[in-house]
Every structure is written in C-alpha cells, then in structure tokens.
C-alpha cells in the first residue's frame, strides 16, 4: 500500500527541487559546471513532479477525493523505468570527476562515458518494438517465479548494469595518475557519494522491492539529497573539490601532475601573461572587476581564457578571482597584522562579509578571524 499523504508532501519537495535548480541555473553566469548541475537538478525535479502528480491523478481518478492509502501499480524491473534512471545515474556520477579536473569532460569524453546508456536504451528499445513478450512483475516472488524467461533475464541484466556502470565512475577519483588533476577533495566529496549511495540503495529497493514502503522512500532518497546538493551549488560554484595551491606552494608530487597535464603553447603562453598581470597590477583588489575587464587586458577571447583557468584548475572566473584575492588576504595578513579582518578583506577586494567568511573557511578550515590570530601566536 502507499500512503497518499507522503506522495502529496513529496510533491512540494520536488517543487522545491525545480526552484533551487533554476536559481543554480541562474547564477552559473560563465561556470559550466554549474550550469550542467542547474540543467541536472531541474530535469529531475520535473520527471519527479510528472510522476508523482500522474501517480496522485490516478489514485484520486474516479473518487470524490484522495484515499489515505492505495494499492501500489509499480511493475518491477520496468525496461523504461531502468533506461530513465541509468541516464540519470551516469550524468550524476561524473560531477566530482568534472569538479577535480575542469574542462576534461570534453563531448567525446561525455560520448564515450554514455555507451552504457545507449547500450541499455537500445536492448530495450529492440526488445520492446520487436519481440513483445513482456512478463508483467508485481512483486520480487514474481521475478523469482519468471526468472526462467527470457525477457525477466534481459531485464535483470540490463538492471546489474544499470547499478555497476555509475558506480564504477567514482573509482576515477582514486585514479590520479591516469587522470592528472590539480584540484583537491573535500568533505562534499564524500557527502555526494553518501548521497549517490542512498539513491542507488532507494533505486535498488524499489526495483526489487516487496512494499509500496520503498516506493514512498524513493523519492524522498532522490529528492533531499538534490536539494541538498542545491544547496551547495548555491553556496560554492564548485563545492566538489578545493581550489589547487598556488604553483609556488606546490608539493614535488603535485608539480610532476602539472606537468603532465596537456595544453598547448598559447594556453602556456596565456597563462603566464595572466600570472604576470595577477602579480604586478593586482587589478582583483578592485570590487568591480570583472571577466570583461580581464579579456580587455589581456587582449583575448572568452574561449581561450577559460582553457587558461582550467589549466590552472579552476572552473570559471569568479572562482579563480575569488582565490586569487584569498591569497592576497592572506599575504595582507601576515603583513600587517594588526589590520583587522574588516580592513583586509575589503583591501583584497571582497564586499560581503558573509560570503568572505563563508568562502574562507570552506577553503582554510578556519575563520578569518582564527587564522589572524593564528600568525599573532
């Protein structure tokens, strides 16, 4: 049985979904992992309101309202619903690759990661348009008592593979050598691994699952999790990963990763111009400035610039330029130290205190006012 009550509450967290990825969409401005995130998060919150309100018209179809409760019409191992949910999984699963090494997920490489999907949606769509032996499952006694025939076998296969291919991407992450990237992890990284763990645990139980209690869960085990996840993206452009250090405070381990990262001769060329104006004019300090401004001053088009602050490790302007005026704070600090956080900060070109303090201590692990205190000490 399903409890209608917690399908209707579902309902408005999914329209809050489909708010917070519009604002993320929004805000990406030139960030296109960002943007790839916002896009994510509304075409989710829009399946998710089309099923769950096709779900509630068809409870409440032919009453004189809704009942508290309803018989479950799920059929198991649905060949639709596993297509549906592996293209949602694997798009998912390349966030915190993307995140560590911006601008390596080219389109071929999004291609090449999609066979899987292709794959799946191809059997299927064979399957479906060309046999028609369709074995309908209501229950998990059913698949155990089809489980001889050979459209339940296809769909169990297409099913395994519908939960090992998404998995198997995060072991990328552990993967540096094959994968050189500057970026470090962070705690987020693991939040949204818990949180693909939990969605794939809902996925799997409702697949499988003998109540209409996992289907009530799923979509809660979707749902929060993304908002969740809104949220970050709302916060941070790129919550995934840390900032690189600055080339000066790089580790041996990590100056041979940046050598063998690929990039051409006007990529290294640009890049130097780029620290060189950073150094000498510090143009950051000034609160205004903007990526218009940089393309002027350094004579270049958006395109080229974005694959110099990829280079470096960073997934748009505002990231870097944030950073940049970070470690300008911090040079500040230890240079005046009797200057208070209130003066440095908007010296080094911040305006809001709350995003600076935020910002910091996502970055340094302490507040501002800690880490002034710290180079007192």
């Known amino acids: 049985m399903v409890n209608i009550h917690v399908l209707c509450t579902e309902l408005s967290l999914d329209a809050i979904g489909l708010v917070m990825g519009t604002i993320v969409l929004i805000r990406s401005s030139d960030n296109k992992l960002q ?45 639709w619903h596993i297509v549906r949910t592996v293209i949602f999984f694997q798009f998912f699963s390349l966030f ?28 299927a769509c064979c399957y479906e348009l060309f046999n028609g032996q369709y074995t309908k499952l209501r229950s998990f006694s059913d698949i155990i008592k089809h489980i ?28 540096k050598r094959w994968i050189p990237y500057r970026r470090k992890q962070n705690h987020s990284t693991v939040i949204y691994m818990s949180c693909f763990g939990l969605i794939m645990s809902g996925y799997i139980w409702l697949m499988l699952g003998t109540s209409g209690l996992s289907f009530n ?7 929060v999790p993304m908002i969740y996840l809104n949220r970050l993206y709302l916060r941070n452009e790129n919550p995934l990963s840390l900032p690189p250090n600055p080339a000066e405070q790089l580790k041996s381990e990590n100056a041979e990763v940046v050598r063998e990262m ?29 990526l ?27 990231e870097y330029i944030n950073f940049i005026r970070l470690q300008y704070f911090k040079e500040q600090a230890a240079l005046h130290k009797d200057s208070t956080v209130k003066e440095l900060m908007f010296k080094s070109g911040f305006t809001s205190r709350s995003s600076f303090y935020r910002y910091f201590s996502s970055i340094e692990k302490m507040s501002p006012t ?8």
């Open 35 to 79: 943007r790839a995130w916002g896009f994510l998060a509304i075409t989710l919150s829009i399946l998710l309101l089309l099923d769950n309100t096709e779900w509630v018209y068809l409870y409440g179809k032919g009453g004189k309202g809704l009942p508290d409760r309803a018989i479950l019409l799920l059929d198991h191992l649905s060949l």
């Open 370 to 377: 800690e880490y002034i205190e710290k180079l007192k000490e």
């Open 217 to 223: 869960i799923f979509g809660y085990l979707v749902i």
């Open 148 to 175: 001889d025939k050979q459209d339940v076998i296809l769909r169990i296969f297409l099913f395994i593979v519908s939960v090992i291919t998404p998995s198997v991407n995060f072991l990328f992450l552990f993967f």
């Open 262 to 290: 690929e990039a051409s001769v006007t990529v290294l060329e640009l890049n130097n111009q780029l620290l060189s104006l950073m150094k000498e004019q510090k143009p950051f300090i000034n609160p205004e400035y903007s």
């Open 96 to 123: 915190p690759l993307a995140s560590l090494k911006p601008g390596w997920l080219t389109l071929s490489r999004i291609t090449n990661f999609c066979i899987p999907i292709i794959l799946i949606t191809c059997i």
């Open 292 to 318: 218009s401004d940089l393309l002027g001053e350094m004579n270049t088009n958006e395109h080229r610039l974005t694959n110099v602050l990829r280079y470096n490790g960073f997934s748009g302007f505002r």
